[in-house]
């Protein structure tokens, strides 16, 4: 097998071979992070009147662009809720997501200013009709079920008085 050397800056050389093997795996290790759920993300107990939620907190950039891609299934009582750092419209689509959701766009005290129900791997774009800080998203149907629209107030600790 033939060696394939570099020279460094400081002039000495080194096999390129471990060095490609070592970007090689990296580049896997992180196409392969973007293809599988996120399934440990913090959690944070939220209300609905009577109906309590379970929600996965997406805060950093990273954890808001993978969202609930690729999640296969979700218990009627768990969401995922996208914090952003001030409030501003927020945009969201259903790129690599299997299950249909309705995204929930909140204002910072709570209240829900629009619902946006989204299909499956589609990038339509569903947007608050406000600025907000948060946006929920629930299995499709969770809220009319619940007979939820917008203008109620959720409550907990993302929703305190600031």
């Known amino acids: 097998m033939k060696s394939f050397l570099v020279r460094t800056a400081n002039g ?3 096999a390129l071979a471990p060095l490609l093997a070592a970007l090689v795996l990296s580049v896997c290790t992180a196409a392969g992070a973007q293809e599988s759920p996120q ?4 959690r944070v107990e939220l209300g609905a009147g009577m ?15 993978i969202g609930l891609m690729h999640r296969k299934e979700m218990p009627q009582q768990e969401g995922m809720l996208f914090v952003f750092e001030a409030p501003a419209v927020q945009c969201f689509w259903m790129k690599n997501t299997i299950l249909p959701l309705t995204a929930a766009f909140v204002a ?8 946006a129900d989204m ?3 589609t990038e339509d774009s569903h947007c608050s009709e406000k600025p907000v800080r948060y946006v929920l998203e629930m299995n499709q149907g969770w809220f009319s079920k619940k007979g939820i629209k917008a203008g109620f107030k959720l409550s907990g600790t993302p929703f305190a008085r600031r």
């Open 12 to 14: 000495s050389q080194e």
């Open 119 to 121: 299909k499956p791997q």
């Open 108 to 115: 910072d005290d709570g209240t829900i200013v629009n619902l």
């Open 51 to 65: 109906h309590r939620i379970d929600a996965q907190v997406a805060a950093s950039p990273q954890e808001r662009q």
């Open 39 to 42: 399934m440990n993300l913090q």
